[in-house]
């Protein structure tokens, strides 16, 4: 049974006097430990997908499951729930916390998943040491090159134990050299066994998946 | 440019209208309040360089009485010997009351004044003049002057010099109208001159003390100069004549404290507190366009990249500025003069000038522009920021002068919660003060009690044995009178003065020594019935009958603290008291009765009381009093009917309930606690709004990193508690500030507080969680919007956030 399960997945959002498909009929999978890519121009839709997989998005029609949970079924806490045992999210523009130091931004999800504060520590202290980013954990946001904060951005979506990763355009804001050492962490964290979903625009990056998933106008084309 | 502006504001109007219901609350109740202040306390008195003016009074050291008239006497010897005044003046310590005839009989206030005391405060006539120095003989043509309340009222303004007015049965003829704000004397309607009943009068006479005196230092000369020279003075007169003057000193207080007495650090502190509400509702403004500002350096920003010049898009700014303080000037104009219309209303009439209060529209527009600059820096300084539009390219730095501005809002935000705190403390102290002064006991019944005073005419009645016969006839026929339970008469009703007759006593057994420490007594000289009628307890021995009089052995009647003081006990009956000192040859007076304290001279004045048969004392009463069993107003026409039918020339004067005369004692009080109460209300509400107004911002500056907290697992209500949190941080910070201002503030204010401790821990608790509470509710909508944010939209839109 694939990990997460799309059919018919439709979104559509009010425009004008009829309305505006952002999704048609999607169709996808994504097994256990695969690293999946998804590509398409701009406007396809990817980031729309990728927020309905990450659970943050309720508003669309069709049939979605998580290991074989019907997320249509949940109910809003539920899925909040479901939400922050399975997925770790990393953004384009890294999205960390600007008053928070790098270690602080490890602690957030961890936080919000009630964890206990001593095993906090010891859980963000490992992840520090994982990245090998503790010299800089008591460093804020703006004093990390672009690189060096999609490190902790990334480094904070693991750091909860999710059993996948979605990442929209991680490297999306970096030079190459730095996309490589992100798209190698990634490459780790995959045959670690992290199941990561990612939406890029570079063949390059998409090299470092099992597959591709192609995106065009709100549809999956083969 | 306006239009524009107008237009900008209309397309988000939620802020630039709450700007303007701030700034219009805040300019409305500051300059209020500011203009009560001013008009009482810091505008001048027509006084020439009132400065140099200083009022003298007795005092005796070794009895701690702080204020005692002085003679005419020594204001002829003092005038005389001091160097350092340039002159000195004196007038009656109290306004007398005399009634005018014209024709039917009006009862006024009068004082009089010796020909040293218009010259010596520089005072000019409004209409006709002042007193010439043919007026200030013993052979005065009788001339008077009027107050120009009077000359309103009582005269219709019309032409009034030389017209002839009989005056307690002297013709006499008015020559001048006084100024309006000259309030010297004191509520006096009429001036006579003094020196006509002194300068040929007898010894006692010119040694009773019942003079206020007035001095104007020659330039140069301080204050301390002058009391050194008066002490010099003083000691010589006591070396010369130890009887008269013996342990009597004369002190010199500025005239300006004299005339506004405890008015002035009330007003003082009114004066500050205005400038703080200003300041309060000017960071408000402060804080939406800042906010404003900061939402929109994106759009400027790019703006400014499209070509806009730094200079144009400043000048939107303060347009917008400017508007906003426009409209909110204007509304608060109008809100500003029913505030000082109902300020004079509940105001008493004991504050000085307080008819004279009046909105000026220079003072409400330097409040106004005054505002409007500090707000427009704020805003300016905001849009101005390096790192603010300067860089569309920088990310980070843009970041960071949000946090700036997020973290100066916070501290804006603080500052108006501390002053919120302090004014909060201030308003509770000075309303469990208020509580405590309605709640004193002043002895007599409040209810169906009727007073009047009856103020005898001179001419039939110069003799006491008819004055005596006019009372004892309308206190029977008031017995008997429907409605009426009992009747007496009195010298003097409670509260009615502040001033009473102060009686030297020995009581028997003691020494010389002990004798001296005894304290002034408050003496008053009764009729039987009076203690039933004004409901004043008798706890030992009997009342005053009709037995007591001038044949028969000589009584008294004292008040419990007196009995207690000097014998430790209320069963003192058959006790001895004589009048003056150990040596003195007065008769022996028998206690025979100990009635309840009451508060005769204030209701925060505890005196010991006296009473003395009217018939066995020189004076005779001037006050009616009627204990009624139908409502004291339904017997005051039964009373004036009486007295009209048995004089019609009598006037039925200054008719009060025992209601009326506490009412009058906790005005004050009352006006205090309630300008401070709307104050520290004013100032909560502009602190909510303020709260408001800054963590709004927040929310909104961080819309995007909510989104991506949920992102990352965070529920609604961890949002929600993220902004109260803050919300808290601040009233904490508020809450210690506040709480360490509070201790001086009150202090400031323990002057005029009455039954309460300076800071009392309970009520400082309480007003820190009702600053809480306020930065709570200020905190609720924008907490309640972050809880509600759409991660999808939030990431989004956030994409424009850093
Ligand atoms: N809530 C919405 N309302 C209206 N239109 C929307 C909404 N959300 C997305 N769109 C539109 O749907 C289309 C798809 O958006 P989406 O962000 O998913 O594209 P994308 O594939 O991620 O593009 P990019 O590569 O530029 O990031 C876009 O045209 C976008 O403007
Ligand atoms: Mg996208």
């Known amino acids: ?222 | 440019m306006i239009l524009r502006a107008l237009r900008s504001l209309l397309r988000q109007p939620a802020a630039p209208a709450i700007a303007v219901i701030t700034l219009a609350l805040g300019l409305a109740i500051s300059t209020a309040l500011f203009t009560v202040a001013r008009d009482v306390v810091l505008r001048p008195f027509p006084i020439r360089e009132q400065d140099r003016v200083a009022a003298i009074w007795s005092h005796v050291p070794s009895r701690s009485v702080p204020h005692l008239e002085i003679t005419y006497a020594e204001y002829e010897l003092i005038r005389a010997q001091a160097k350092s005044l340039e002159d000195m003046a004196a007038l009656s310590a109290a306004n007398f009351d005399v009634v005018m005839n014209i024709p039917d009989p009006v009862q006024v206030r009068a004082n009089f004044v010796t020909r040293t005391f218009y010259p010596l405060l520089g005072a000019h006539a409004q209409r006709g003049r002042l007193f010439i120095d043919a007026e200030h003989t013993p052979k005065s043509p009788n001339s008077m002057l009027i107050s120009d309340r009077l000359w309103r009222t009582l005269f219709g303004s019309r032409n009034v010099i030389g017209k002839v007015i009989d005056v307690q049965g002297t013709q006499c003829t008015i020559v001048g109208v006084l100024p309006p704000d000259l309030n010297v004397p004191a509520f006096a309607d009429v001036v006579f001159t003094m020196e006509p009943n002194f300068i040929n009068a007898s010894e006692a006479d010119r040694n009773n003390s019942v003079l206020e005196g007035l001095a104007r230092l020659k330039p140069g000369v301080t204050l301390a100069t002058a009391q050194s020279e008066i002490n010099t003075i003083c000691a010589r007169l006591e070396s010369v004549n130890r009887d008269q003057y013996g342990g009597v000193r004369k002190k010199l207080i500025p005239f300006v404290n004299e005339v506004l007495g405890t008015t002035r650090p009330a007003m003082i502190t009114l004066f500050v507190m205005s400038l703080l509400v200003l300041a309060i509702a000017t960071f408000n403004v402060a804080n939406i366009f800042v906010a404003r500002a900061v939402t929109r350096q994106r759009d400027l920003a790019i703006r400014a990249a499209l070509g806009a010049t730094r200079s144009a898009l400043l000048r939107e700014t303060l347009a917008e500025t400017t508007l906003v303080a426009l409209f909110a000037a204007a509304i608060g104009f109008v809100v500003a003069q029913g505030a000082v219309l109902l300020l004079t209303r509940v105001a008493p009439e004991t504050v000085p000038r307080i008819d004279q209060v009046h909105v000026s529209l220079t003072t409400y527009l330097f409040a106004a522009a005054a505002s409007l600059v500090v707000a427009l820096l704020c805003a300016g300084v905001a849009s101005l920021r390096r790192g603010g539009w300067m860089s569309l390219r920088e990310d980070i730095d843009r970041a960071h002068a949000a946090q700036r501005s997020r973290k100066l809002l916070a501290i804006l935000a603080g500052v108006q919660l501390t002053v919120a705190l302090v004014l909060l403390t201030s308003a509770a102290l000075m309303m469990r003060s208020f509580a405590s002064i309605s709640s004193i006991d002043a002895g007599f019944s409040r209810e169906r009690v009727l007073t009047a005073q009856l103020p005898l005419p001179g001419a039939p009645y110069s003799d006491a044995a008819v004055r005596r016969r006019f009372f004892a006839t309308l206190l029977d026929r008031l017995r008997s009178a429907p409605g009426v339970s009992a009747a007496g008469a009195t010298l003097i009703r409670p509260l009615e003065l502040e001033v009473g007759w102060d009686w030297t006593y020995t009581a028997e057994g003691q020494t010389a020594d002990t004798q001296v420490k005894n304290p002034l007594a408050n003496l008053v000289a009764i009729t039987p019935g009076y203690l039933e009628a004004m409901g004043i307890p008798l706890l030992r021995g009997r009342a005053f009958n009709d037995h007591d009089n001038e044949k028969s052995d000589k009584v008294m009647i004292v008040g419990r603290a007196f009995a207690m003081r000097h014998w430790g006990t209320i069963d003192v009956v058959g006790k001895r008291v004589k009048s003056g000192k150990l040596d003195s040859d007065k008769p022996w007076r028998t206690i025979v009765g100990v009635a309840g304290d009451v508060r005769y001279r204030g209701l925060m004045v505890d005196k010991l009381d006296v009473y003395h048969p009217y018939t066995q004392s020189p004076w005779t009463p001037q006050y009616v009093a009627l204990r009624t069993t139908v409502s004291p107003r339904a017997a005051e026409a039964t009373l004036r009917s009486i007295v009209k039918s048995m004089d019609p020339h009598v006037p039925v004067a200054a008719v009060r309930t025992t209601e009326d005369l506490v009412e009058a004692k906790i005005a004050q009080p009352r006006l205090n606690a309630w300008i401070i109460g709307v104050f520290a209300a004013v100032s909560m509400l502009l602190s909510i709004i303020g709260v408001y107004a800054v963590l709004n911002y927040a929310v909104r500056n961080r819309v995007g990193e909510m989104g991506v907290r949920l992102a990352l697992g965070a529920r609604g209500n961890d949002l929600l508690r993220l902004v109260l949190r803050e919300a808290v941080f601040v009233a904490s910070g508020a809450s210690i500030a506040g709480a360490i201002a509070s201790l001086f503030v009150t202090r400031v204010l323990a002057g005029f507080l009455y039954g309460v401790a300076r800071v009392e821990p309970l009520t400082l608790l309480a007003v820190v969680v009702a600053i809480i509470a306020a930065a709570l509710a200020g905190s609720v909508v924008p907490a309640i919007r972050a809880s509600r944010i759409d991660p999808v939209v939030a990431l989004r839109d956030g994409t424009s956030w850093r």
């Open chain 1, 1 to 222: 049974m694939p990990l997460i399960r799309t059919e018919k997945l439709t979104k559509t959002v009010p425009q004008g006097h009829g309305r505006l498909w952002l999704l048609r009929d999607v169709d996808m999978h994504v097994d256990e430990g695969e690293f999946v890519s998804i590509m398409g121009p701009s406007g396809a839709g990817k980031t729309t997908l990728l927020h309905i997989l990450g659970m943050h998005d309720a508003d669309w029609e069709g049939s979605f499951t998580i290991d074989g949970t019907k997320i249509e079924s949940l109910s809003a806490k539920h899925r909040a729930d479901l939400q922050r045992r399975t997925v770790g999210f990393v953004f384009q523009s890294y999205h960390l916390i600007d008053d928070l130091t790098v270690a602080e931004n490890l602690d957030v999800p961890l936080r919000y998943r009630d964890v206990p504060k001593r095993e906090r520590e010891s859980i963000v202290a490992d992840v520090l040491d994982r990245f090998r980013i503790v010299a800089k954990k008591d460093l804020y946001p703006s004093q990390l090159s672009g690189g060096q904060q999609q490190l902790v951005g990334i480094a904070r979506a693991i750091v909860s134990n999710p059993r996948v990763i979605l990442a929209d355009e991680p490297t999306g804001n970096l030079h190459s050299d730095q996309a490589r050492e992100i798209m190698e962490l990634f490459r780790t964290l995959h045959r670690g066994g992290t199941t990561i979903v990612q939406v890029t625009h570079s063949e390059e990056n998409a090299a470092y998946g099992d597959r591709v998933v192609r995106l065009h106008d709100g549809r999956v084309v083969r």
